[in-house]
């Protein structure tokens, strides 16, 4: 007999978690993803310059890519549980909203970006947006 | 910070970004809640939800995502594409009111304006931190 841990309609905590491992991994995905990407340079010069081939081979020789796929695979195996047990209407907009914050912080802290009060806004406005239209 | 203008192609992409990972997410959903529950002690079953169509056209859009995602990266901060590609989940509302007929309550239409007003106010701003010394050249790695 296997003991479930997760019941077909888990509790706020059960579902905290479930969101919480989506923002986590999807946060250091898309940092490692996007250092990795800075450090490759413009696909599109480069896919102008060395076509399609050099823009793919550009890509897949840079380490930092493959630790952030792997941490986006995590995220979208969470996301797949989670969607298994809640709603998408609570799971989307709760794990973009919250990766927005988070990814912001993340990005100014790991990345060095310039996260200006523009930005601040832009990531709170879309944050509170996302979460009213899901209600 | 440098004010960095898109050209049309690169919106084009950001665009893309936009409507492929919300479409994504409604065919996961689809595809996941069709299935059985799936529990921690038996991860194998997620591996064989990957092959149900729903599942299938799902990662297509996702492949689709990450390809335009990726570029967009290599020319925009991380922090400039997540807030202007959130668009996307504007869009699936306005498609699910008027192609699918759906209400849309006020706090609905509040949230779609937070979000376009959010996604205008990044994108009049620069797309990309410029440093004074570029440390790292085309084709190299961290």
């Known amino acids: ?135 | 910070m440098a004010h960095q203008k898109l050209s049309a192609w690169q919106y084009m992409i950001l665009g893309l970004v936009a409507v492929c990972a919300p479409l994504a997410d409604a065919c996961l959903s689809r595809g996941m809640t069709k299935l059985p529950a799936i529990f921690l002690d038996h991860p194998a079953t997620l591996i064989v939800a990957v092959f149900t169509p729903w599942i299938v056209l799902g990662i297509t859009l996702l492949i689709g995502f990450f390809a335009s995602y990726l570029t967009a990266l290599s020319w925009a901060d991380l922090t400039y594409v997540l807030p202007a590609t959130a668009f996307g989940n504007v869009i699936v509302a306005l498609l699910s009111r008027f192609w699918l007929q759906e209400t849309i309550s006020l706090e609905r239409w509040a949230g779609i304006v937070l979000i376009t007003l959010g996604v205008g106010f990044v994108a009049q701003g620069p797309s990309l931190t410029v440093r004074p010394v570029p440390v790292v050249e085309e084709g190299q790695h961290l």
């Open chain 1, 1 to 135: 007999m296997t003991i479930p841990i997760l019941a077909p309609h888990p509790g706020v905590w059960a579902a905290a978690a479930m969101i919480a491992a989506i923002v986590l991994c999807s946060t250091a995905g898309e940092v490692l993803t996007a250092a990795a990407m800075k450090s490759v340079g413009n696909l599109d010069k480069i896919r102008a310059h060395s076509g399609i081939k050099g823009a793919i081979r550009a890509v897949l020789t840079c380490p930092l890519f493959f630790a952030g796929v792997g941490f986006l695979a995590l995220a979208f195996f969470s996301l797949l549980l989670a969607l298994n047990h809640l709603n998408l209407s609570l799971v989307a907009p709760a794990s973009a909203s919250l990766t927005l914050v988070t990814n912001a912080i993340a990005g100014k802290i790991f990345l060095k970006e310039n996260v200006d009060r523009r930005r601040w806004t832009a990531a709170v406005l879309v944050c509170v947006g996302v979460y009213l239209l899901a209600h």
